[in-house]
Every structure is written in structure tokens, then in C-alpha cells.
């Protein structure tokens, strides 16, 4: 572990502070994530899901396609079924854990990928400009300002309606997101006098981008990654709820909400609890990326 | 005064507006009444109110929900015929609310002694909307249209039998039939066969039916927007009716109706709670009870002659659809009392025949087959040669049993879907459900999918079944290329037979055969639900028409 440690751009060699220790600095984090008490809860609901979606399903007490007719409409605390049975006679509790797994994969999966992506394209276009950056500028634009549902018809229309559709659908706009903000940020960032210094010296672009530029905006990524998982699962959702994602009998927690509609008068749980279940799993993500934000940026470190 | 006595007396008493919803409800609640019960009597003495309890009050606009949306308004080449029909057309005949068939622009028919012929007299002095008489001549043009093939009707198999249309002087007009064809007056009196002015028709093209409309009905056209709405208007000039039962022999009493198509269900009964509109047809089933127990609400609910089927294609001879032991096997696994109990909150009754228990020609001898036996469905199977694979579902020569399953994307078609899927998960068949818009939907029937959903509506079922299960009727409406020669035959003794008596056996003949065959599967029957505010009177919906007309409606201040 270096004594001190050197900006990005080594060669010019400025000492800037000592560095902590890991242990040092993971505590510190902690600590301060434990003062910001709605980003603490926000994180504990975010992991308390995100630990049910991924062992939740083999904790399901029935398959969640099974249905009994005559047991339909059950209210929650019902015997044998703790948050009741829907229109069919299907265990809630069993679709609900799947429903949450469905919702934290596409949001994670969905953000990942497109984070990766519109990472990659942002750099490009931030750092080279000219060209480059006409050219993903406008991809970004176009992609940006086209509208998700309209996408989703798309390409239920060529795929079939179904998770995968919805997934493109959703990642072929959120990428952009990602491409605007890192663009931006690059574009501030290759102008700092660490850059300057590298290219002067002769490292090449890959390597400046990739050890000098992107480590910069990992902080401002990872908030706006958090926030956008919360997107994609609204909007994941909202497109099963219209038919455009997972189909039934996959329990998606649109699809609940979609199924449970018509029944919200007569079983009101068989659409609270999934929406609910949405609601908190969102709120969880935007709490967490709050705090996030308050951690990681510079500005909100001196508060 | 006895309960039943003293729960009329308070209905009353609220319907006169001498007590208030809030003291009607204080009152029941004193005397032990519950709402279920205070419901039921609202409407056993509200939703017939009649057009003569009270001098009818002209004027004002009738704002009716419907449960589908509205399909083109051409007699000639409809598939589907909505309420607006009732308003803006009408037919030879009609079925009374006790069942009777009177006469509507037919004052009279005689059948021949060798029944090879069925005469009308057209003396009405019906007119159209565009002034032009209706006469003999005028309605064999209509019927002549039917039998074009180049106007594609898919009513045209109805009249197979009738191979000539005569009409020797402006008031007779003559069906001449090629053989004995006592379902003919069955056929002619249903909404299909509503007459329009073929000349108006021919002129308008294909926007006849969408943009303009000429009937004979007392109301005019006005508007159609697809997915939205049906405007009509009041025909002033109406010529009047001769129908028996009408209470009121002019003109319309409304200036117009508006029928709004409320797909999504829960909306249909928010909206009549709330006032935005006046009736409504077919709120959700779990909805019927909240609306009967509100006391501003009258609730009418009847089977209608209607069901829900789901066909195999018969091509998909990979999946063994054309053989009867699959079908039976599918069929089996079935729990239709439980769907009746779970997703119609018993408004319907399960379906082991092709038609409702309550129509008319219903045979009871078809309960005998279709049962829900799941270990029998595994046997079927086995019989066939099939074994569950790897993940359990069955296979035969490398051929897992997958496929696709079409249903219409409405509520009760998506829920019926999915307990199909479920049910049929049990016995090892892998089914996906595509759940289409209406337009998507009949596209797809007409590619010939795996397997569909159907909901038919008919006053006189046997004779809309026959299309879906006929070999004459490949590959539309007979969506599944449904081929069996004991039903072919059945079909063929309904359409030859002569008397009432004839006819009868051919159905029972008909509803035997289907009920062990299955050309497809029979599912279950809903009822009919009718839902009035107190202000709506004369409107008067029956189990033997599947919409109420508008003669005699109006609307109390």
C-alpha cells in the first residue's frame, strides 16, 4: 500500500494526500451512510430484496403456476398461504418471491448492460469528439427520445411478447442515458491537466481513457446506475402490465398488478401486495442511490 | 306484512322518491335485510320498469357501456353484430321477452304443407332512413346479397337450404327451400339478419357500415369511432312499429343513444356507479355482487345463448389434435364447474354440450361426457402413444406437446386462458397463451392458429356452432379445420328437418354428437348481466334477444 497517493496522471506527480487504509476508509463510508438514516434504510430494504430474489424462489412454498380454483381469492394469513391466493387460486407469496427476482434481474441486468455500453460510447464520443461524437451524439438522441412503448410494440411484434423484448426495449434507451452522462463528465474531464500531461507524454488514448479517464467517473456511474435499476424495474413493469413483458403464467410483478386490477374492488391484496412489493423495491434503490450521491460526491463531502 | 312484503313496500317507497338510498338502507338494516337481499328486490322491480307505469317523457341522450367494442355495421357482411343494430336496423321477426316470435317487418308467414317454401307478407309501411319502402323487394335484395359469394357473408351457410328468393309482388316474399328447412324462421329473425337498403349499401361501398347506414330501425346514424364510441340519433320521421310487445308504436322516445365500449373491466362498473353512464352490459362477474347490494342500481342477469369454446386445429396432426382421444384428453382436464365457481363467481354454468342449459333445444344427455377426470386425460394420452419427458412434458416421436393457445387480450378471456394453460400443465402439455387486440385476434384465427378461444353469441346457438364445426366451413369460421363426419351428419339432419319435432331430435342429434367427438372443446356458458340506473325506463334486456331494443326506453327526470 503506497504511502501517498498520486493522481492519475503519475507522470506529473503531484502528491495530493496520504492514502487511508481500506479497513480506514470502509469504516468511514459506514459511518457516514449511518448518519444519512433514510439512505441506510433505503440500502437495508434494497439488500433485503435483493437477498429474496436471489434465494426467495427456493423459499416459495408452492410452484407459483400452480393454481386451485377452489381456492381462489383467499385472503392474506389463509392457511397454507401467508399473503393469500389470487383470482385463480395461485399462492401470493410464491409469485411474489419469483415476481421480485424477475424485477431485480431485468433491473440489474438491464443496467449493467447498459451501463457497460453507454459507457463505452460516452468515452468515445467525449474524448475524441469531431465525428465520433457526432455520430453517438446522435445515436444517443435518437434513442433517448424514442419512446419506450412504442419500441416495446416493436419488437414484441419481431421477438414475440415475452422478457426478452421488454429487456431490449428497455436497455436500447436506458444505454443512452448512461452514453449523455459520461459524455458530459468526459468531456470535463479531458480538458484536466492529468490528461493533458498523459498525452504529452506520449500514453496513448486507450490507456488514458481507460486508466486515467473512466476511473473518474465511476463514483457519478455507480449513482446514476443505482437510480436507473429503479427505472428499469418501473419500467420493466409497466410493460408486463400492458402485455409488452413477462407473460403470464411468469410472475412478473406488472403482470400481478395487470391480473389483479379487475379484481382490486373485490381482493384488494391481490394488487397491493405486488404493488406495494414495486413501491418498496424502487424506493429502496432511489434511497440507496441518494446516499450514494451524498458519499460519493465531492461537493456533498465538505457538508 | 310478512319480510318479502315489507322489503317490496321499502323499494318502493325509494323508487317513488319518498325515502332517501341512505333511509332505504337504515330501514333494510332495522328490519334484517341484507344488502344481497335489498339488492335482488331493486332489481326484480326496477330494471323492466315499464313504459307504462308513467306517462314517457321524450328527450335525452341514453349512455349505454359495452363490454366489447363495436365491429362494422353492415348486415350484409357482418361477423358480429353490436347493440346498435337494435337502435338502427330490424329484422322479418323477432323474439318476444316470453319467448314468442312476433312480427316486426313481416306482418305474417305461413309455411308450405310440404314445407319446401316460407311465404312473407312485407305490408308494413317500413320505410328506410333514406325514405325508400321497404317491400318484398327490398329485403329479397338483402337476402340475395347474403347468398352472393362475392359479398363473402359468413351467414351464407345458414341459407344452404334456400336455393331460390322470390318476390312475385311488393308484399310477398317467398323462400324457396331445396329441402324441409324448419330453421329457417330460427335464422331470419336473429340481429344478423337485419335488412338494410342494398342500394344505399352498393352506392356507400365499404363505407357502408362504418360512415353511413341506411335501416329501417327509429334511429339514425350518426357516428363510429372503433375502440370508443356509437352514436345514433332519433329518426323523427319513423314510420312506427307493428312488433306486439312494444309498448310504444312511434317514434323513438330518445333523442339519441350513445354506447361507449368500456374494455377494461373494473371500469365498466365504476362508470355506472358513478352516473357517466345509464346501462351498462356485462361488468366483471366479481362486480355483480357490489352492484346488486347498491340500491340505486338495478341488476338483471339471465343465461345468454352463448359460449366459450376452444378449438384445436386439426392439421396440427404432429400434436395428434385430429384424433378424438387427444381431444377427449384435453377436454378432461378440464375443471369447468370449478371456472364457473372461481372466475364467473357462479353467474354461468359449465359447458358439457356445444350450447347453454337454458336454451331451448338443450340436451341434457351431453353431461355425460367431458367431466373434469384428470387420471382419465393421462390414460388418453398414454393411449396415443405419448410419455412426460425429461422436464415433464410429453413427448412422442421427438414431438413435444407444446403450442400456442389465442385468446382475445379481455379479462375473462386472459383469466380463462390461463386456468387452460394450468389445467393442461397438470397433464403434461406445454401451452403458451397469446393474448391479442380484437383486430390481432380474428387475423390470427384466420392463419389458422394451434389452438383459440372463442366466444360466440347467438340467439339460437346450434345455428352459429355449425359454422365453427362444420367440414363446410373450412377454413372460416371453421378456424380449426374441425372435420368429423358424425357431426357433418348432424348438421345435415338440423338443416333438413321439417317440423318442430325434427328439428329437435337433429339438435339433440347435434349437441350428442359434438359433446363426444369435439370438434371443440365446449368450455362454459356466463349469464348475461344488465345494469340500469333508476332513471332509465322501458329498457327491457331478455334471455331470448341478446340486446335490448329502444323503442319504448326513455329517461325520467
Redesign the interface.
Given at each position: 500500500m503506497p504511502d501517498v497517493v498520486v493522481a492519475p496522471s503519475s507522470s506529473v506527480g503531484v502528491v495530493l494526500r496520504p492514502d487511508p487504509p481500506v479497513q480506514h476508509r470502509f469504516a468511514r463510508t459506514v459511518k457516514r451512510l449511518s448518519r444519512n438514516k433514510l439512505a441506510l434504510f433505503g440500502t437495508i430494504v434494497a439488500l433485503i430484496f435483493i437477498v429474496l430474489g436471489i434465494i426467495g424462489p427456493s423459499l416459495a412454498p408452492y410452484d407459483y403456476a400452480k393454481q386451485n380454483l377452489m381456492k381462489a381469492n383467499l385472503p392474506p394469513f389463509s392457511e397454507g398461504h401467508l399473503l393469500g391466493t389470487d383470482q385463480v387460486g395461485r399462492d401470493m407469496l410464491s409469485r411474489i418471491l419469483t415476481g421480485i427476482r424477475i424485477s431485480l434481474v431485468v433491473g440489474l441486468g438491464v443496467t449493467v448492460i447498459s451501463m457497460v455500453i453507454g459507457t463505452l460510447l460516452g468515452a468515445v464520443a467525449g474524448y475524441y469528439r469531431g465525428v465520433p461524437d457526432s455520430v453517438i451524439s446522435g445515436i444517443v438522441e435518437l434513442a433517448w427520445g424514442f419512446p419506450l412503448v412504442l419500441l416495446a410494440v416493436i419488437l414484441a411484434g419481431t421477438l414475440g411478447p415475452g422478457l426478452l423484448a421488454a429487456v431490449l426495449a428497455i436497455g436500447l434507451i436506458n444505454w443512452a442515458g448512461f452514453g449523455r452522462i459520461v459524455r458530459g463528465e468526459i468531456l470535463a474531464i479531458r480538458e484536466s491537466e492529468f490528461v493533458l500531461a498523459a498525452r504529452a507524454t506520449g500514453v496513448p488514448d486507450r490507456r488514458i481513457i481507460v486508466r486515467h479517464i473512466l476511473p473518474n467517473i465511476v463514483a457519478p456511474a455507480l449513482v446514476m446506475g443505482s437510480y436507473y435499476v429503479a427505472l428499469a424495474i418501473i419500467a420493466e413493469a409497466g410493460l408486463s402490465f400492458i402485455g409488452m413483458g413477462a407473460q403470464p403464467p411468469l410472475p412478473s410483478l406488472g403482470v400481478m398488478v395487470a391480473e389483479g386490477r379487475n379484481y382490486m374492488m373485490l381482493n384488494p391484496w391481490v394488487i397491493t401486495i405486488p404493488g406495494l412489493t414495486i413501491l418498496l423495491i424502487v424506493l429502496g434503490m432511489n434511497m440507496t442511490g441518494d446516499g450514494l450521491r451524498d458519499l460519493l460526491d465531492p461537493r456533498s463531502k465538505n457538508r | 306484512m310478512d319480510r318479502n312484503e315489507a322489503i317490496d313496500a321499502l323499494v318502493s317507497a325509494h323508487r317513488e322518491r319518498r325515502i332517501s338510498r341512505r333511509d332505504l338502507m337504515v330501514r333494510a338494516a332495522a328490519l334484517g335485510i341484507g344488502a344481497s337481499a335489498l339488492g335482488t328486490a331493486l332489481a326484480r322491480t326496477a330494471v323492466t320498469v315499464s313504459a307504462q307505469d308513467v306517462n314517457p317523457t321524450p328527450g335525452g341522450v341514453l349512455r349505454e357501456g359495452y363490454d366489447l367494442d363495436f365491429s362494422k355495421m353492415d348486415p350484409v357482411a357482418t361477423s358480429w353484430y353490436d347493440p346498435a343494430f337494435m337502435a338502427l336496423f330490424e329484422c322479418l321477426a323477432i323474439d318476444a321477452p316470453d319467448g314468442e316470435l312476433q312480427p316486426m317487418l313481416a306482418s305474417n308467414w305461413t309455411i308450405a304443407d310440404d314445407a319446401l317454401s316460407v311465404t312473407f307478407t312485407i305490408d308494413t309501411g317500413a320505410k328506410f332512413h333514406s325514405g325508400r319502402a321497404v317491400d318484398a323487394a327490398a329485403v329479397k335484395e338483402v337476402y340475395d346479397a347474403i347468398k352472393d359469394p362475392a359479398n363473402g357473408s359468413p351467414l351464407s351457410v345458414l341459407f344452404t337450404p334456400v336455393e331460390a328468393i322470390e318476390a312475385p309482388d311488393a308484399s310477398t316474399l317467398v323462400l324457396k327451400l331445396s329441402h324441409p328447412y324448419y330453421d329457417v324462421l330460427n335464422v331470419v329473425k336473429t340481429g344478423y339478419w337485419a335488412i338494410c337498403n342494398i342500394v344505399a349499401r352498393t352506392e356507400a361501398g365499404e363505407a357502408f357500415g362504418q360512415t353511413t347506414i341506411d335501416g329501417t330501425g327509429p334511429f339514425t346514424f350518426k357516428e363510429w369511432m372503433p375502440g370508443s364510441h356509437v352514436d345514433v340519433e332519433k329518426w323523427a320521421d319513423y314510420p312506427g312499429s307493428i312488433v306486439p310487445y312494444y309498448q310504444n308504436k312511434g317514434p323513438a322516445y330518445l333523442d339519441g343513444i350513445h354506447w361507449e365500449a368500456i374494455l377494461e373491466?373494473?371500469q365498466r362498473?365504476l362508470k355506472i356507479e358513478n352516473g357517466e353512464i345509464d346501462t351498462l352490459r356485462n361488468p366483471?362477474a366479481?362486480?355483480v355482487a357490489?352492484l346488486q347490494g347498491n340500491p340505486d342500481l338495478s341488476v338483471s342477469s339471465f343465461s345468454e345463448p352463448s359460449g366459450y369454446i376452444f378449438g384445436q386445429n386439426f392439421n396440427k396432426t404432429e400434436l395428434d389434435f385430429h384424433e378424438q382421444g387427444m381431444r377427449q384428453a384435453i377436454s378432461h382436464a378440464i375443471?369447468r364447474q370449478?371456472?364457473v365457481?372461481?372466475?364467473l363467481m357462479d353467474l354461468g354454468s359449465p359447458l358439457y354440450g356445444p350450447i347453454t342449459p337454458a336454451d331451448k333445444y338443450y340436451d341434457p344427455t351431453v353431461e355425460q361426457f367431458n367431466q373434469y377426470d384428470p387420471e382419465k386425460s393421462k390414460a388418453l394420452v398414454a393411449e396415443l402413444g405419448w410419455t412426460p419427458g425429461a422436464d415433464g412434458i410429453l413427448e412422442k416421436n421427438g414431438q413435444r406437446m407444446a403450442f400456442n393457445l389465442v385468446v382475445q387480450?379481455e379479462?375473462f378471456n386472459?383469466?380463462l386462458?390461463?386456468?387452460i394453460?394450468?389445467?393442461l400443465?397438470e397433464i403434461g402439455m406445454e401451452v403458451?397463451?397469446q393474448?391479442l387486440d380484437r383486430g390481432s385476434y380474428f387475423g390470427a384465427l384466420g392463419e389458422g392458429p394451434d389452438s383459440y378461444l372463442f366466444y360466440y353469441l347467438w340467439p339460437v346457438p346450434i345455428d352459429v356452432v355449425i359454422l365453427f364445426v362444420g367440414s363446410g366451413t373450412i377454413p372460416v369460421p371453421n378456424w380449426g379445420s374441425a372435420s368429423v363426419p358424425a357431426v357433418d351428419e348432424a348438421i345435415t339432419a338440423w338443416q333438413n328437418a321439417g317440423s318442430e319435432e325434427e328439428l329437435r331430435a337433429a339438435g339433440n342429434l347435434f349437441q350428442t354428437s359434438i359433446a363426444e367427438t369435439l370438434p371443440t372443446i365446449p368450455l362454459v356458458v356466463r349469464n348475461t348481466v344488465w345494469v340500469a340506473r333508476p332513471n332509465v325506463r322501458g329498457w327491457l334486456p331478455h334471455q331470448y334477444d341478446i340486446y335490448p331494443h329502444y323503442n319504448d326506453v326513455w329517461l325520467a327526470q
Open positions: - | 373491466g373494473a362498473a366483471l366479481q362486480d357490489r375443471d370449478a371456472i365457481t372461481a372466475l387480450d379479462s386472459r383469466d386462458g390461463s386456468v394453460q394450468a389445467s400443465a403458451t397463451v393474448s
